[in-house]
């Protein structure tokens, strides 16, 4: 095998770790109608676009057979499948507008505190004094400000105070539970993490850094408050990159690259497995008159 070919796994070993991966994946497909022969569908289609194009050999044309040998999908359902194209990972143009306004706004020091707050901002304002205006056509010249203006206050991303200033609500930085822009990030955040630790498993060596710090054995109370201090640390983090990366990135030559930093934060009960039983057990017993 060549030094830089990725190398493969027994697929017995993957078992374990796959089935922990897709468990929550599987519970909000359930919640959310997706049944399983849509999913198989899915999955279908998936591999054979994968086994397309992410393993086709060099000069030579993929074809079916090929295609059913990776996949184990026979080659009738092969042919019919192929030639759709490999997905395009287009942000919608709804998220990226937001979503780079929102940086501009926390990152720009035009539009900051000292301390890297973003700043209250008034509707309009005589240049070089900051205005809502400003930060949006900073941003894009194809949409009104006013525009942005209302959709955010009806999505309530900002309110106005007794100046009637816009002032960013610490809330829209989180996607509210089940928009469109959460459930984007729902597929970005957790391919790149996903598409991060494939890699380092496939490497020699791990290429990306993907670790975390994990503590068993704890008190709901101890929890809680890893929780909301890891929270206050995160933000902290993903703030001063996100700074970093608009003043690199603003004087830097458009490129085609992408890059992503996040971080996760998550706690659970743990039941003990016999403790478990003895509930599943004691929930089906006969009521007692």
Known sequence: MSGNAPRSLEPAKLHAPLARLL??????????????PMLTELLRELYVNVAEYD???QGKEQTDSRVSLLTGIHRKEVRRLRGAGAPVNTVPATISQTSR?????????????RDGRPLPLPRMAEPPQPSFERL???????VRPRAVLDEWLDRKLIVLDAEDRAVLVEAAYVPRGGDDQQLYYLGRNLHDHIAAAVANVEAPSPQFLERAVHYDGLTKELAEQFQQRSREVAMDVLQTMNREAHAASDKALPGQWRWNFGVYVYAEEVVPP???ETSTKNDNKEPRA
Not at 136 to 142: H, K, L, P
């Open 23 to 36: 468990r929550p994946l599987v519970r909000l497909l359930i919640r959310s109608g997706i049944t399983f």
């Open 101 to 113: 306004i929102l940086a501009r706004w926390l990152a720009d020091p035009d539009f900051t505190s």
């Open 274 to 276: 016999a403790a478990a």
């Open 136 to 142: 949006v056509a900073s941003v894009t010249r194809d």
């Open 55 to 57: 393993f086709a050999l």
